[in-house]
T-cell receptor
């Protein structure tokens, strides 16, 4: 079945450590997104990528980095510079159709990151 | 910058009660509007979407939403809720060439038997 796979489901980070969250999709979607979900704050956009080898900062990119070397993959690294990384991280992808495409975004199951 | 407001943070209803969840957005141009639902332990799923045309949009599981441009609103409704509707509901707008989503803070719906 086509879909978005995020791994791991749970991740623990020590102080000063970088961790990488995986996001893979087999939907052949060009665009991919990373969101952070905190209680009472909804989802906030961290980074997005509309095409391979290109990505843009979202609203809360500080302390995070991404890469988009393959269409299927959009890993997110939470760096030690992110002072409050404990959150639920959601990856999404969007169907193709051009820059003004009204295709909805499809979401993965998420990764819950906690600080040890 | 765009913003989306969901004024009901936590709603508790009995089964068979009617539901209306409020959503207001700030963007004055053309917007695409969505309601997503997150059931406990599950991923975010699309309930319904509005792009253009009939302002009354029907989604899955008996949900509907009405786009009222003059009020910048896109409220979600269901005539009779079920216990299985217990979930968190997010309103979102999509704008721009990158089709970025801006989410509201979410409304947690609890349906009691």
């Amino acid at each position: 079945d086509g879909g978005i796979t995020q791994s791991p489901k749970y991740l623990f980070r020590k102080e000063g450590q970088n961790v990488t969250l995986s996001c893979e999709q087999n939907l052949n979607h060009d665009a991919m997104y990373w969101y952070r979900q905190d209680p009472g704050q909804g989802l906030r956009l961290i980074y997005y990528s509309q095409i391979v080898n290109d990505f843009q900062k979202g609203d809360i990119a500080e302390g995070y980095s991404v890469s988009r070397e393959k269409k299927e993959s959009f890993p997110l690294t939470v760096t030690s510079a992110q002072k409050n990384p404990t959150a639920f991280y959601l990856c999404a992808s969007r169907g193709n159709g051009g820059p003004y495409s009204n295709q909805p975004q499809h979401f993965g199951d998420g990764t819950r990151l906690s600080i040890l | 910058a765009q913003s989306v407001s969901q004024h009901n943070h936590h709603v508790i209803l009995s089964e068979a009660a009617s539901l209306e969840l409020g959503c207001n957005y700030s963007y004055g141009g053309t917007v695409n509007l969505f309601w997503y639902v997150q059931y406990p332990g599950q991923h975010l799923q699309l309930l319904l979407k509005y792009f253009s045309g009939d302002p009354l949009v029907k989604g899955i599981k008996g949900f509907e939403a009405e786009f009222i441009k003059s009020k910048f609103s896109f409220n979600l409704r269901k005539p009779s809720v079920q216990w299985s509707d217990t979930a968190e509901y997010f309103c979102a707008t999509m704008t721009g060439t990158a089709s970025k989503l801006t989410f509201g803070t979410g409304t947690r719906l609890q349906v009691t038997l």
